[in-house]
């Protein structure tokens, strides 16, 4: 599914599997054996592929939801982006056009060092909830630490990062406005 949908896109920015190659250094034949459903790409492969289309990882991890209308069943979760930071972001509701709201399930892995952290602000605001572990939010120049059961509502235009600098996972619900990913 994931290799007929980079052919799809592929076909639709009018490239051929040689210009996708030039773009992300893998094999013509490789690509070629993907898109046909009889290779693998590793997620940094698909990242790249991702890039040379022009769109996010997410666009070829997403499965078709399987409910009409307002509901997201726990099963029929999707993955909007894996980030090289040990992110995950599960999307939450489907996402109407006319929607402004974007719901996500997101998990931190570990962090070994935060040094290389830098907040980044962005429009709108965000809305955080601490569903298991200990969060870390640097927002401005100040830290806080959020428990399971912690929320925080913030203007997003201040710089900002979540950061998991234990050694289990964190888990939370974000709401954000308007849609980031």
Not at 32 to 57: K, W, Y
Not at 128 to 145: A, P, S
Request: aromatic content about 8%; charged content about 25%; hydrophobic content about 40%.
């Amino acid at each position: 599914m994931v290799g007929k949908k980079i052919k799809e896109l592929r076909l639709a920015r009018n490239l051929t599997l040689k210009n996708l190659s030039e773009r992300t250094g893998l094999s013509v034949g490789h690509l070629s054996q993907f898109e046909r459903g009889i290779g693998s790409l590793s997620m940094h492969s698909l990242e790249l592929v991702a890039e040379a289309l022009d769109t996010q990882i997410s666009y070829f991890l997403e499965m078709p939801n399987t409910h009409e209308g307002f509901i997201t069943k726990h099963y029929d979760l999707n993955i909007m982006d894996i980030s090289y930071q040990g992110r995950i972001h599960n999307k939450l509701g489907n996402s109407l056009p006319e929607c402004v709201l974007e719901a996500m399930v997101v998990t931190l892995m570990p962090m070994e060092h935060k040094e290389n952290v830098y907040p980044k602000p962005h429009r709108g605001e965000e809305f955080v909830y601490v569903l298991e572990g200990i969060l870390t939010v640097m927002l401005d120049k100040e830290e806080y630490t959020l428990y399971p059961g912690d929320s925080m509502h913030y203007l997003a235009e201040e710089p900002h990062e979540w950061l998991n600098l234990t050694k289990r996972i964190v888990r939370l619900v974000s709401v954000n406005t308007p849609r980031v990913l």
